[in-house]
Every structure is written in structure tokens, then in C-alpha cells.
């Protein structure tokens, strides 16, 4: 038991012991910590001090600099016044002696007008005694000869005139009559080299192609079964075909000459081909048409070449290519227009006139006649559009437009144009009347045609005398076709001036395709 308590003593103690060593340590840390941050408190305040001092050394720096500057500032800002003050002075001085040199001047100038001025007046008074004594002089002289100063001029003009009258006359006679034949040896000079620099030969187209046929049973072929091949060919190409008793010949007649020449290439390669059926004849003759477009290109790049008009629109040089086929009293319309362009370039290069513009209005100035068959209005009219629509100079459609004067002449090209297009049409054999007004004729037949409602083709043949009419069997009944030959008839009866009789015939086909697959 008395070992229990002495433990029990012992761990009490050693418990006081703990506790009081606990409480001293704590206290030595606090004691500690407080020494530590005393030291630590010394050490920023000497920071802090150093960094005042630092900072204050600094801004004395500082503030010393500036005080340089806003010196040298101040000493330079100082300087510039006084330039600028004795720039200013430099100039009030200038000034001063400008003002006093104006004043000077001035005085001057004062002095001047008024002395002018006496001058004036000196003058005045001088010109007044002059015209005194002139007016006292012709008063005097009207007095002694008893005639006024304006009958005096009258009587010494008439005396001259009458005594010098013979020799007036005459001097102005000489003068017109050398400006005259001056003028009019030149004007047939320039016209006489330009036709005789182109003198090209002339001939007239005619309406009628003869094809060579190899023998009598070809001729057959041609004609078919009761006709059937030649009325084929006839209603497709437009042309009439003239099968008599000639030995090897074919006669194509048709006054369009496109068509003519279409309706030729068809037939010779139909023979050469020797397979003459209506599925063949369609076949050659869209094969022919292409061919004749072909040329048409042709025909019109040719035309442009020779005659150096380069610059014209592929579509223009087309349409032009179309004149090939054209003709204007027998004459051929292309080159009746590629004749007028060299003539015209000649004369103008002869006058001073512009060359380029002369020639490229001579070339076009028929280029409506392509399209009059389709367009209505007068060629010039329709050539004008042409010209207008591709972007064609205006100073080749006014050189163009006034060569039958519908429309006036604005510039001398125009002139040129109208000119050369009376040399070229006016040579010998160039042109004959009767075939362009035969041509007016069968154009003025299927005019009449084409405008009846459900129309597509209209061909006069034989000279005139007969109109076959083809119409959409889906737009005109029989009836209708009936009545349609009626109301041509009656129209041409109408509008027309002919000899002898029109027969007029109206062909309604029903055709009808299908397609085995």
C-alpha cells in the first residue's frame, strides 16, 4: 500500500513537473517571439528610413533637373521672342517704307491723271474747232456747188461704176468663170481616176440554172412516178423545175437566188448520188442549205478582206455575205457594194474626206437588201438598224443612210457614199430595169402570202403566174385552206398591177411520223 501511495506521489509530481515545464517553455516562446519581433521592427523602420532618404535624394535630383530644363526652356523660349520681335521689327520697317513708297506713288499717279486730264480736255477743244471748221468747209462746199454731201458721194460712186462698169463686169466674169472650170476640172478629175482606177467589168445575173444531166433515164429518176420526185423537190427547195426536150440539160427557175442556188447543189448531188426519192431530197436539200450558209461566210470575209474593213462584227460580216446571192436590177448586190467601197475610199483620199469611214459606209450602205425579204421597211431603214444593234460607228451609219436621200447629208462621207453608189450602178450594162421590177413583183406576190394566218412557205413560180402556198395542216383545216386560196386571190386582184392571170394554190399536207424502237 505504501508503495501505491509513493507511485501515486511520484506521477503527480512528475504530472507538475510536465505542466510546469509546459508553462515555462510557452512563456519562453512568447518572451522569444516578442524579441523577435521587436528586432524585426527595428530592422523595417531602418528600411523605411533608408528608403525616405533614398526617395528625398531623388526627388533633390529631380527637382534639380527640372529646374535645368525650365532654364534652358526658359532661355531658348527667350531668344525665339526676340527674334520673332525683331523679325516683326524687320517688317513693320518694310512696311513703313512700302506705305511711304505708295504714297509717293500715289502723288504720282495724282498728278499724272490730272495732267491727263488737261490733255483730254486740250484735245477735246482742238477736235471741236477741227469739226468746225470741217462742218463751215462742207457747207461752204454744198453751197457752192449746190449738192448735198450725201448726193455728192452718190453722183462720184455712180460716175465711177458707170465709167469703170465694162471693165467690173468683165474682171467678175473672169474670176467665176476660172473658179467654175476650176472646180469642175477637178470634180472630173477625181471621178475620172477613181472609175478609172476600178474598172472592173460588169454583168447581169440571170434566173434561170441549167444543170447537165448524164442521160435520159437520170431525167426519169428526177421526175419519179407520176411526178412525184419533181413536185417533191419543187414544194421543198421553192424553185420551179423545167424538164422539156432539151438533150442533157435541167433548167432551175426561181427569181430568189438563194434558193436557186440551194435547189442546184440538192439536184447535182442527187444525181451524182443517183438515190432520187422524197426522203433523199429532204436530206440534200437541209445538206445544201448548210453548204450555202458556208459560202455565205465565205463570201462575206471576202468581202471585208478586199476591202480592208476589218473591224465589223462576225454577224455583220454574215449578214453581208448574204449580198452574194442578192441582186439590185441584174446587178450582184456584193459586189456592186464592194465597187462602191473602193470608188469611195478613192475619192475621199482625193478630197481630204475620212478614208476608213468612206469606205465602211460604201461597203454597208445596201446591207439591208440582205433582210428585206424578212423585215419590213425600206433597206436603208433596216440597214440603219443593223448598224445600230452590232455597235457600228455613227459616222458610218450617217455616212451609209443618206445614199437615196430619205435622210440628209450630214457629213461629207456621205456624200462619197451617195456618190460612189451612182458611178458604180450608173456603168454600162450594170443594171436593168424591167429585172428589178419582175423581182418587186414576185416578192410583192409572196408578201401577199405570208400574211395569212397559219402561212409557213410561199413560193411564185413561172414567172409570176402561179403562188404556191403551203400551210400547218394543224392550224388550217381544208375549209380554212379553201378560203385562205380565196382571200389571196382577191388580195393580189387587189394590190397588184400584172398581165395575165395568177393562179394561186394553196397545199395543205398531213404528215405524219412515228419512231420504231
Given at each position: 500500500?505504501?508503495?501505491?501511495?509513493?507511485?501515486?506521489?511520484?506521477?503527480q509530481n512528475?504530472?507538475?513537473?510536465?505542466?510546469?515545464?509546459?508553462?515555462?517553455?510557452?512563456?519562453?516562446?512568447?518572451?522569444?517571439?516578442?524579441?523577435?519581433?521587436?528586432?524585426k521592427?527595428?530592422?523595417?523602420?531602418?528600411?523605411?528610413?533608408?528608403l525616405?532618404?533614398?526617395a528625398?535624394?531623388?526627388?533633390e535630383?529631380?527637382?534639380?533637373?527640372?529646374?535645368?530644363?525650365?532654364?534652358?526652356?526658359?532661355?531658348?523660349?527667350?531668344?525665339?521672342?526676340?527674334?520673332?520681335?525683331?523679325?516683326?521689327?524687320?517688317?513693320?520697317e518694310?512696311?513703313s517704307?512700302k506705305?511711304?513708297?505708295?504714297?509717293?506713288?500715289?502723288?504720282?499717279i495724282?498728278?499724272?491723271?490730272?495732267?491727263?486730264?488737261?490733255k483730254?480736255?486740250?484735245i477735246?477743244?482742238?477736235k471741236?474747232?477741227?469739226?468746225?471748221?470741217?462742218?463751215?468747209?462742207?457747207?461752204?462746199?454744198?453751197?457752192?456747188?449746190g449738192?448735198?454731201?450725201?448726193?455728192?458721194?452718190?453722183?462720184?460712186?455712180?460716175?465711177?461704176?458707170?465709167?469703170?462698169?465694162?471693165?467690173?463686169?468683165?474682171?467678175?466674169?473672169?474670176?467665176?468663170?476660172?473658179?467654175?472650170?476650176k472646180?469642175?476640172?477637178?470634180?472630173?478629175?477625181?471621178l475620172?481616176?477613181?472609175i478609172?482606177?476600178?474598172?472592173?467589168s460588169?454583168?447581169?445575173?440571170?434566173f434561170?440554172?441549167?444543170?447537165?444531166?448524164?442521160?435520159?433515164?437520170?431525167?426519169?429518176?428526177?421526175?419519179?412516178?407520176?411526178?412525184?420526185?419533181?413536185?417533191?423537190?419543187?414544194?421543198?427547195?421553192?424553185?420551179?423545175?423545167?424538164?422539156?426536150?432539151?438533150?442533157?440539160?435541167?433548167?432551175i427557175?426561181?427569181?430568189?437566188?438563194?434558193?436557186?442556188?440551194?435547189?442546184?447543189i440538192?439536184?447535182?448531188?442527187?444525181?451524182?448520188?443517183?438515190?432520187?426519192?422524197?426522203?433523199?431530197?429532204e436530206?440534200?436539200m437541209?445538206?445544201?442549205?448548210?453548204?450555202?450558209?458556208?459560202?455565205?461566210?465565205?463570201?462575206?470575209?471576202?468581202?471585208?478582206?478586199?476591202?480592208?474593213?476589218?473591224?465589223?462584227?462576225?454577224?455583220?460580216?454574215?449578214?453581208?455575205?448574204?449580198?452574194?446571192?442578192?441582186?439590185?436590177?441584174?446587178?450582184?448586190?456584193?459586189?456592186?457594194?464592194?465597187?462602191c467601197?473602193?470608188?469611195?475610199?478613192?475619192?475621199?483620199?482625193?478630197?481630204?474626206?475620212?478614208?476608213?469611214?468612206?469606205?465602211?459606209?460604201?461597203?454597208?450602205?445596201?446591207?439591208?437588201?440582205?433582210?428585206?425579204?424578212?423585215?419590213?421597211g425600206?433597206?436603208v431603214?433596216?440597214?440603219?438598224?443593223?448598224?445600230?444593234?452590232?455597235?457600228?460607228?455613227?459616222?458610218?451609219?450617217?455616212?451609209m443612210?443618206?445614199?437615196?436621200?430619205e435622210?440628209?447629208?450630214?457629213?461629207?462621207e456621205?456624200?462619197?457614199?451617195?456618190?460612189?453608189?451612182?458611178?458604180?450602178?450608173?456603168?454600162t450594162?450594170?443594171?436593168?430595169?424591167?429585172?428589178e421590177?419582175?423581182?418587186?413583183?414576185?416578192?410583192?406576190?409572196?408578201?401577199?402570202?405570208?400574211?395569212?394566218?397559219?402561212?409557213?412557205?410561199?413560193?411564185a413560180?413561172?414567172?409570176?403566174?402561179?403562188?404556191?402556198?403551203?400551210?400547218?395542216?394543224?392550224?388550217?383545216?381544208?375549209?380554212q385552206?379553201?378560203?385562205?386560196?380565196?382571200?389571196?386571190?382577191?388580195?393580189?386582184?387587189?394590190?397588184?398591177?400584172?398581165?395575165?392571170?395568177?393562179?394561186?394554190?394553196?397545199?395543205?399536207?398531213?404528215?405524219?411520223?412515228?419512231?420504231?424502237?
Amino acid at each position: 500500500m505504501q508503495e501505491i501511495t509513493n507511485a501515486s506521489v511520484s506521477l503527480q509530481n512528475a504530472i507538475v513537473l510536465t505542466v510546469l515545464g509546459v508553462g515555462l517553455g510557452f512563456c519562453i516562446g512568447y518572451v522569444i517571439r516578442i524579441l523577435v519581433a521587436l528586432s524585426k521592427k527595428n530592422s523595417i523602420e531602418l528600411d523605411i528610413k533608408k528608403l525616405f532618404i533614398d526617395a528625398k535624394e531623388k526627388a533633390e535630383k529631380i527637382i534639380l533637373t527640372a529646374e535645368n530644363k525650365a532654364s534652358d526652356t526658359l532661355k531658348e523660349a527667350r531668344e525665339q521672342i526676340k527674334e520673332k520681335e525683331e523679325h516683326v521689327q524687320k517688317s513693320e520697317e518694310r512696311l513703313s517704307k512700302k506705305e511711304e513708297y505708295l504714297v509717293s506713288k500715289e502723288q504720282d499717279i495724282d498728278h499724272e491723271v490730272s495732267s491727263l486730264k488737261d490733255k483730254v480736255a486740250e484735245i477735246k477743244a482742238i477736235k471741236e474747232k477741227v469739226d468746225a471748221q470741217m462742218r463751215h468747209t462742207e457747207a461752204e462746199l454744198e453751197r457752192v456747188s449746190g449738192m448735198s454731201k450725201e448726193s455728192a458721194i452718190t453722183e462720184i460712186l455712180q460716175r465711177a461704176e458707170k465709167e469703170n462698169e465694162q471693165i467690173i463686169t468683165s474682171r467678175i466674169y473672169k474670176l467665176e468663170n476660172f473658179a467654175h472650170e476650176k472646180i469642175e476640172d477637178r470634180s472630173r478629175e477625181i471621178l475620172a481616176t477613181s472609175i478609172q482606177r476600178l474598172a472592173t467589168s460588169v454583168s447581169s445575173d440571170l434566173f434561170t440554172t441549167q444543170i447537165p444531166i448524164p442521160s435520159e433515164e437520170v431525167k426519169g429518176k428526177i421526175i419519179g412516178k407520176e411526178g412525184r420526185n419533181i413536185k417533191t423537190f419543187e414544194r421543198i427547195s421553192g424553185v420551179e423545175v423545167i424538164v422539156d426536150d432539151s438533150q442533157g440539160f435541167i433548167t432551175i427557175s426561181c427569181f430568189d437566188p438563194i434558193r436557186r442556188q440551194i435547189a442546184k447543189i440538192a439536184l447535182e448531188n442527187l444525181i451524182i448520188d443517183g438515190r432520187i426519192q422524197p426522203a433523199r431530197i429532204e436530206y440534200e436539200m437541209q445538206k445544201a442549205e448548210e453548204e450555202i450558209q458556208k459560202v455565205i461566210k465565205k463570201e462575206g470575209e471576202r468581202a471585208v478582206y478586199e476591202t480592208g474593213v476589218m473591224y465589223l462584227d462576225p454577224k455583220i460580216i454574215q449578214i453581208l455575205g448574204r449580198l452574194h446571192f442578192r441582186t439590185s436590177y441584174g446587178q450582184n448586190v456584193l459586189q456592186h457594194s464592194i465597187e462602191c467601197a473602193h470608188i469611195a475610199g478613192m475619192i475621199a483620199a482625193e478630197i481630204g474626206a475620212n478614208v476608213s469611214v468612206s469606205k465602211a459606209g460604201a461597203l454597208l450602205h445596201d446591207i439591208g437588201k440582205a433582210l428585206d425579204h424578212e423585215v419590213q421597211g425600206s433597206h436603208v431603214e433596216i440597214g440603219r438598224k443593223i448598224l445600230d444593234k452590232f455597235g457600228v460607228s455613227e459616222d458610218i451609219i450617217k455616212a451609209m443612210q443618206a445614199h437615196h436621200e430619205e435622210y440628209p447629208y450630214e457629213t461629207i462621207e456621205s456624200r462619197i457614199v451617195q456618190t460612189a453608189d451612182a458611178i458604180s450602178g450608173s456603168r454600162t450594162g450594170a443594171r436593168k430595169d424591167n429585172i428589178e421590177q419582175y423581182i418587186k413583183r414576185l416578192e410583192e406576190l409572196e408578201e401577199i402570202a405570208l400574211r395569212e394566218h397559219g402561212v409557213e412557205k410561199a413560193y411564185a413560180l413561172q414567172a409570176g403566174r402561179e403562188l404556191r402556198v403551203f400551210v400547218n395542216s394543224n392550224t388550217v383545216n381544208d375549209l380554212q385552206a379553201h378560203n385562205m386560196a380565196k382571200n389571196i386571190a382577191k388580195s393580189i386582184e387587189e394590190s397588184l398591177k400584172y398581165p395575165g392571170e395568177i393562179k394561186v394554190s394553196v397545199i395543205r399536207e398531213m404528215r405524219i411520223t412515228e419512231v420504231a424502237r
